[in-house]
């Protein structure tokens, strides 16, 4: 993918050679390498070389029994103003424990990274007419988080 930007020991990198294709519903993806399918389809293959993504509409929950085959699952956000994803980002981290490779796919823009690591993202496939580069400084959009968190659990006042 390109304009890949993944966390590593908690450092913001740009990816040059990441071999995942996401593979859209009707569309033939653009190169070789593993794809990442939609919910439905890997389902019915359920294919443990492929990742997985999920659109706003699908449960998270549904993949709890699957967890331990995927190597990854893709959030899809169909436009910026559409939060599901953060939503299925947190459930997945907290309540079913997922440990692996969480990204962001779609309309990901710089204003939103750090909000989507604070809900578990660790990585985020920036959307193509944007600079990568210029996204890395949105990770570092916060210095303190207030609330809490998929990497803070605590509220502020709770650690003090």
Excluded at 34 to 48: F, K, N, S
Excluded at 98 to 104: I, K, S, T, V
Excluded at 132 to 137: C, G, K, V, W
């Amino acid at each position: 993918m390109n304009n890949l930007i993944r966390l590593v020991d908690g450092v913001a990198r740009l990816v040059d050679d990441d071999p995942w294709q996401l593979q859209r519903e009707g569309l033939e993806p653009a190169g070789a390498g593993p794809l990442i399918v939609p919910l439905a389809q890997w389902r019915q293959h359920r294919d443990p070389a492929q990742g997985l993504w999920l659109a706003p509409d699908d449960d998270a929950e549904s993949v709890r029994e699957w967890l331990a085959e995927l190597p990854l699952i893709a959030v899809d956000f169909p436009t910026f103003r559409d939060g599901r994803g953060y939503s299925q980002a947190y459930l997945l981290r907290t309540r079913l424990g997922w440990g692996g490779e969480l990204r962001a796919v779609g309309d990901v823009l710089r204003d939103q990274l750090s909000h989507m690591r604070q809900c578990g993202f660790d990585s985020f496939a920036v959307r193509a007419d944007k600079s990568a580069e210029d996204a890395l400084q949105g990770l570092a959009g916060m210095s303190v988080l207030y609330g809490r968190s998929v990497i803070e659990p605590r509220p502020l006042f709770r650690r003090r």
